[in-house]
């Protein structure tokens, strides 16, 4: 007999795992609270990471069943400006990164899972908040807490394509900003991991650097932001229900990549509840994402400890490597001694920053209130 396999929420990770569900043979149906896939998000460029694996990103989908039929972009360059504003250049031989839209037109990736999952069977109920799931299913519902934010804008440009970043705690407390420009796009971002509630002086400050640095021209900028929840669980799993996603905390801790491993956790729990072993996807994620996480989470702590005169040292030393694809790989790859420090250091970061938005008006709490105000 065919189950109906009940997930919660319509991001990449609730539809990868529906798309998992209904190949294995199951029926799957999803519930998205809102009117649509990917509203949390406005068109907004993302990366779709392409270094932490030998494989290509977009093979490793295709191998998990998931078209790369949305709009990809390989960037195989990376201008990063170090503190002082000196530009670094990282490049490689195969793509750095696919640029991708996240939200709800046509091209970005969350309408192209949408219709892939449509395309093969799955039901998806909008505008239906879901609560329990009292017989099992996936819960894929994003971030429960915002351990960073990103505030930032959306715009039109006669600019050429790029992407650069900037590495600076005057721009990006602990964090990085960011500009990518593709086909007359562009997206410009502070994203934070400290003193949230001064999000908006630190996007301005954004603005005029990139401004200063490449000449930056925003037509019709409209603001956009967010926040994203990166904490290993100890387990992603009760009884019959599994965690998938920004649900469970599976995203990069250093950066904030988090769609690879959405996409990869719920085609795992799909397969997994479909295949009626639930603890098998226990196993898989932990295999799998776990000593990623640990490592990201270890890089983090020294990251955090570099302030702009170690950023700076850092990008020098490493723009020097021939190829960035190759030393990101590295520093992303699971190690004993990663793992050790991790346990003995970086996991006490792994803890709620609540304090961090007391009293906060960050893009983050604003939509938290929002969403409570409106169900
Ligand atoms: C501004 C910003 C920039 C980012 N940039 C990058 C990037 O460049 N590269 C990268 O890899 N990652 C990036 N990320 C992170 C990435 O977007 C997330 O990791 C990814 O979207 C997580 O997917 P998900 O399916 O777990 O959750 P989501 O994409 O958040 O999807 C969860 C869905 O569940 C729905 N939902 C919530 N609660 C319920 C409920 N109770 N019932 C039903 N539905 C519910 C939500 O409406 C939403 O549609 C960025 C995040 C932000 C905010």
């Known amino acids: 007999m065919r189950n109906t396999i009940e997930i919660s929420g319509a991001g990449p990770a609730g539809l990868a795992a529906a798309l998992a569900v209904v190949r294995s043979g199951h029926k799957a149906c999803v519930y998205e609270r809102r009117e649509d896939v990917g509203k949390r998000f ?12 030998e494989i290509d990103v977009l093979d490793e989908l295709a191998s998990m069943g998931i078209e790369s039929s949305f709009e990809h972009t390989p960037f195989y360059e990376v201008t990063c400006f170090s503190p002082d504003g000196v ?23 969350d309408t192209s899972l949408k219709q892939q999952a449509l395309d093969a069977g799955v039901e998806i109920r909008f505008g239906e908040k879901l609560h329990r799931l009292p017989s099992g299913g996936i819960v894929t519902q994003g971030p429960r807490r915002a351990d960073a934010i990103a505030a930032g804008y959306l715009f039109d440009t006669d600019m050429a394509d790029g992407a650069y970043a900037a590495i600076s705690d005057q721009l990006a407390p602990k964090g990085y900003a960011y500009l990518l420009v593709s086909s007359g796009r562009g997206t410009l971002a502070s994203c ?14 954004c603005v005029e ?10 037509n019709n900028p409209r603001r956009f932001g967010g926040g994203g929840n990166f904490s290993i669980p100890r387990t992603a799993r009760k009884g ?19 769609i690879r491993w959405a996409l990869i956790s719920g085609v795992e ?8 072993d ?37 990008l020098r030393k490493y723009s020097q490597e021939n190829d960035a694809r190759t030393w990101m790989k590295r520093a992303y790859a699971p190690s004993l001694w990663k ?27 604003r939509c938290e209130r929002h969403m409570a105000q409106t169900g």
């Open 209 to 218: 650097f990139f401004t200063g640095k490449v000449n930056v021209r925003m």
């Open 192 to 205: 934070l991991f400290d003193d949230f509630h001064n999000e908006r002086r630190y996007l301005e400050r």
């Open 269 to 276: 729990a799909g397969r997994a509840l479909a295949g009626g």
């Open 240 to 258: 019959n229900i599994l965690y998938a996603g920004e649900s469970a905390g599976f995203q990069d801790p250093l950066f904030g990549f988090g």
């Open 42 to 53: 406005h068109g907004d460029f993302q990366g779709l990471e392409n270094w932490t694996t």
């Open 278 to 314: 639930p603890a098998r996807y226990e196993r898989i994620w932990k295999r799998r994402l776990r000593a990623y996480h640990q490592t990201a989470a270890t890089n983090r702590w020294f990251y955090e400890r570099l302030g702009d005169r170690g950023y700076a040292t850092a």
């Open 87 to 109: 530009p670094r250049e990282f490049r490689s031989i195969q793509p750095l990164f696919y640029l991708i839209r996240r939200g709800s037109e046509a091209g970005c990736l």
């Open 339 to 365: 793992k050790a420090w991790y346990y003995a250091m970086a996991s006490r970061h792994d803890k709620p920053l609540l304090q961090a938005h007391e009293n906060c008006d960050c893009t983050w709490c």
